[in-house]
């Protein structure tokens, strides 16, 4: 699988890149995110919520979480804890504000932390999801592993990842606008010009549909799903222990 990292003239692992790339840009996260995705991913959190209630979980891990909106969406699950784990304490800093201002922080912890080694124990939760995160592990493999031993027997792991439309016209739309528009998008926004351009190629490169359904299966998931979001440039996989 590629090593592809956000700035290539620096020796930092991929690893310490995405942290420093998400310190950086974590004061445009959310509003450049909601311009990229014209709002979508909101609608596309809202079913990943929808999933994880219907499990009716008391512990909820939302893994590379940043700012906190999937756990912070996750209260709607009922859930008695909810943790938020992310390597960037930049990203968690603004997370935290937003969950005081919600009235939430008895309910959602924001944890430092690495999701290729957490430090939970074995079997904790219920429930653990991550949006847009998993293409960002450096090894995707030790990430699921560690997602796999953290996660309860009968517990729900969903993904909520980009993948790439198959069908025509998607397929040169999505190609179209993610190497023309969505560069410019991000030079106009950020302060970090490589953020974007990695966010972008991470996301061309990484595996999706029947190829990341096979990842879950090899690392020892059971029930894996996955259901493809608006004409497929996300999708949703869903997997058990």
Do not use: H
Not at 78 to 106: F, H, R, T, Y
Not at 136 to 155: A, T
Request: charged letters at 25%.
């Amino acid at each position: 699988m590629s090593k592809i990292k956000p700035y290539k003239d620096s020796d930092l692992s991929k690893k310490e890149q995405v942290t420093k790339m998400f310190d950086t840009i974590s004061g445009d996260y959310d509003g450049l995110n909601r311009v990229i995705s014209f709002g979508i991913d909101v609608k596309w959190r809202k079913k990943v919520v929808k999933l994880v209630k219907e499990q009716q979980p008391k512990a909820v891990l939302d893994i590379a979480t940043g700012t906190g909106d999937l756990a912070i969406a996750m209260a709607n699950t009922n859930a008695e804890k909810i943790i938020g784990l992310d390597i960037s304490s930049g990203m968690l800093e603004i997370g935290k504000e937003k969950i005081d201002k919600k009235g939430l922080s008895s309910k959602i912890e924001m944890v430092l932390g690495d999701s290729e080694n957490m430090p939970f124990e074995d079997n904790t939760f219920d429930a653990i999801t991550v949006a847009f995160g998993v293409r960002n592990f450096e090894n995707l493999k030790r990430g699921l592993k560690d997602i796999l031993r953290v996660l309860k027997p009968g517990g729900i792991f969903v993904i909520l990842e980009t993948s790439v439309p198959t069908k025509t016209p998607y397929k040169q739309g999505y190609n179209f606008y993610t190497k023309n528009i969505l560069p410019l998008i991000g030079r106009a926004f950020s302060k970090d010009r490589s953020a974007y351009k990695y966010l972008c190629e991470s996301a061309s490169i990484f595996p999706y549909g029947e190829a990341l359904n096979n990842i879950l299966r090899e690392i020892g998931f059971i029930n894996v799903e996955d259901f493809p979001q608006t004409f497929g440039v996300a999708t949703i996989y869903k997997s058990s222990k």
